[in-house]
Structures are given as C-alpha cells and as structure tokens.
C-alpha cells in the first residue's frame, strides 16, 4: 500500500511540473519575455499595454486600484506604471469626481491611439494563431479559462 501511495505523488508531480512547463513554453511563445518581439507590435512592457487596454475598454475613467486589481498587480507598481505612461503622454492623472483622495486614470488622445494600435495588433496576432487553431479556438480558450480560474483559487488559497 505505501509504495502505491509513493506512486500517487510522483505522479502528481510529474503532473505539476509538466502544467509548469506547458506554461513557461506558453509564455515564451507567446513573446512575453523577449523585449523587441511583442504580440501586440509595440515595443512596451505587457502590464503597459495591458494597462492601455483595460483603459481603452473599460470607457470610463479608473482609479490605480481599479487598474490594480484588472492587472492583478500591486497598486504600488501600477502607480509606478502610471508615472511611466504618464511621462510617455499615454495617461493623464486628474482629481477623481467621487473621491477626492483618488486619482482618476484616462487615456490622452495619444494614449487612445497607442492603445487602438495595441489592440488592433493584437487582435490580428491572435486572429492568425485562431485560424491555425481551427476548429480547437473553443477548446483551447475553455482550457485557459479553466486554467485562469484554477490559478486564481490557488492564490486565494495561499
């Protein structure tokens, strides 16, 4: 009976790390740690156009906790992101109408810009994987989903 159980563990971890390694391969596919090779065909950081794109969607203006928490990154860094994006001239950083202890995040018109080319870029990269893809688009986006969710459960749990 124990070495079947010894068995069930390495088994598990045969399965942790080969979901770790799929995963460091996505993220190496995908470009997210190579600065000139970007999906979204700008040279910025990822939470930078990640942050374009949660503005550009979200319509209304954002407070750096808003933004934090879409990036599920510390508020801290977000701050420092927007100073960055600020001096950039993609964000403006004014009084917030409902809270005047908050800041209200908005794109300028350059930032709106930069934010349609990131989206349009992008949308064109992930159009060409889709169509590689096939017919899976639906299953792949089903098991990343599972994924996302499996990997926020396990952060509440820690």
């Known amino acids: 009976m124990r070495a079947f159980a010894r068995i069930d563990v390495m088994a598990a971890d045969t399965k942790a ?4 390694d799929a995963v460091r391969y996505l993220v190496v596919a995908h470009g997210a740690l190579e600065e000139t090779r970007r999906p979204c065909g700008t040279p910025l950081s990822i939470p930078h156009a990640y942050a374009l794109l949660e503005l ?3 319509g209304a203006p954002m407070t750096v906790s808003e933004l ?3 990036l599920a990154i510390d508020r801290t860094n977000v701050s420092r992101l927007c100073v960055r994006m600020e001096e950039a001239g993609d964000l403006e950083r004014a009084a ?3 809270d005047g202890r908050a800041r209200a995040l908005r ?4 930032g709106r810009r930069v934010a349609q080319g990131v989206d349009d870029q ?5 159009g060409r994987l889709a169509k590689r893809l096939g017919d899976d688009v639906g299953e792949v986006v089903a098991a990343l989903n599972r994924l996302s969710d499996a990997m926020a459960s ?3 749990d820690a």
């Open 17 to 20: 790390r080969r979901l770790r």
């Open 56 to 58: 550009l969607h979200h």
């Open 68 to 70: 934090a928490a879409k």
């Open 96 to 98: 917030h109408p409902d």
């Open 107 to 110: 794109l300028t018109a350059k």
């Open 122 to 126: 992008s949308a064109q990269h992930f």
């Open 154 to 156: 396990s952060e509440e």
